[in-house]
Nanobody, 127 residues
Framework: QVQLVESGGGLVQPGGSLRLSCTAS????????LGWFRQAPGKEREGISC????????YYSDSVKDRFTISRDNDRKTVYLQINNLKPQDTAVYYC????????????????????WGQGTQVTISS
């Protein structure tokens, strides 16, 4: 059974940090590009950071660049999102997703390109 399970969300004060984790099962992890997406109430799902199969290529949206860092551990079948300097506008449900690609595929952070999704973890920024 293919499954992605996110963890690490919570309630954080502005300026704080979190590390989100997403662990996969049922897939050959290093065949998959991985991404983090988020959806705030009343807004569309946004691709915020994605990472290539080997981890050498990454993408960040303008809204998170310089504050978020994506990484992956293929041995642990886990992708991480380190989030620093959190802002109230970062409040959203954060999802990880995976898509199977060839090794040389350009990194995509378009949600419709992704076929496997986690259930999401809530991140709330509030003082």
């Amino acid at each position: 059974q293919v499954q992605l399970v996110e963890s690490g969300g919570g309630l954080v004060q502005p300026g704080g940090s979190l590390r989100l984790s997403c662990t996969a099962s049922g897939i050959t992890f290093n065949y998959y590009e991985l991404g983090w997406f988020r959806q705030a109430p009343g807004k569309e799902r946004e691709g915020i950071s994605c990472i290539s199969r080997g981890g050498g290529r990454t993408y960040y949206s303008d809204s998170v660049k310089d504050r978020f860092t994506i990484s992956r551990d293929n041995d642990r079948k886990t992708v991480y999102l380190q989030i620093n300097n959190l802002k109230p506008q970062d409040t959203a449900v954060y999802y990880c997703a995976a898509r199977r690609v060839i090794l040389s595929a350009p990194v995509s952070c378009v949600s419709s390109d992704y076929t496997v999704w986690g259930q999401g973890t809530q991140v709330t920024i509030s003082s």
